[in-house]
């Protein structure tokens, strides 16, 4: 079945610095990636959908530039939290659909970050 | 708006039980519908979907419906087990003014031995 890897997998970093978060498909094209921040104990709420070579659509209340997110290609895409603190500590998921099949959608095993 | 609504949790039963996770939406449109699972420090894996009404999803034992009449899609196990301990997430996706997927709050499932 489809794959989708995030890296790292968690990591632990100081206030102020940045951090880049990557999600790949390994073994399709995705024309769509989606990331998601979880809450301890709560749901996925959807930050951002990126299409490949196009700026991110980003969900009401999400800071774009706080949250970068590029989309270089079909298996690609990156999120860069700028200048984290501590209230970005979260588990963030990144998933993506697989090209022509859009109802689906693959989920990678999610970065735990934490800003100290 | 589009919306997933699940039974809160946590739900406890002993090995062996049967399961029953309560979901229902509201959308406008035909939306698919989902559920997925994520285990303790991992990401969401996909459980089983149905895309259209009366389609019935099933994998690894677990089965869901979708009820277009009674807008529900529960999920139910015959005999769990303790390896089944974990979060249950429904979903739905429409795409509905662009591709969107709604998830339920999750419900968090113990199995005792």
């Known amino acids: 079945g489809a794959v989708v890897s995030q890296h790292p997998s968690w990591v632990i970093c100081k206030s102020g610095t940045s951090v880049k978060i990557e999600c790949r498909s390994l073994d399709f094209q995705a024309t769509t990636m989606f990331w998601y921040r979880q809450f301890p104990k709560q749901s996925l709420m959807l930050m951002a959908t990126s299409n490949e070579g196009s700026k991110a659509t980003y969900e009401q209340g999400v800071e774009k530039d706080k949250f970068l997110i590029n989309h270089a290609s079909l298996t690609l895409s990156t999120l860069t939290v700028t200048s984290a603190h501590p209230e970005d500590s979260s588990f963030y998921i990144c998933?993506?659909?697989?090209?022509?099949?859009?109802?689906?959608?693959?989920f990678g095993p999610g970065t735990r970050l934490t800003v100290l | 708006g589009d919306s997933v609504t699940q039974m809160e949790g946590p739900v406890t039963l002993s090995e062996e039980a049967f399961l029953t996770i309560n979901c229902t939406y509201t959308a406008t449109g035909y939306p698919s519908l989902f559920w997925y699972v994520q285990y303790p420090g991992e990401g969401l894996q996909l459980l089983l979907k149905?895309?259209?009404?009366?389609d019935k999803g099933s994998n690894k034992g677990f089965e869901a419906t979708y009820r277009k009449e009674t807008t529900s899609f529960h999920l139910e196990k015959g005999s769990v087990q303790v390896s089944d301990s974990a979060v249950y997430f429904c979903?739905?996706?429409?795409?509905?003014?662009?591709?969107?997927?709604?998830f339920g709050a999750g419900t968090r499932l113990f199995v005792k031995a």
């Open positions: 149905a895309t259209k009404a009366d």
């Open positions: 979903a739905l996706t429409t795409n509905t003014g662009g591709f969107k997927t709604i």
């Open positions: 998933s993506a659909n697989e090209r022509g099949f859009t109802d689906t959608q693959y």
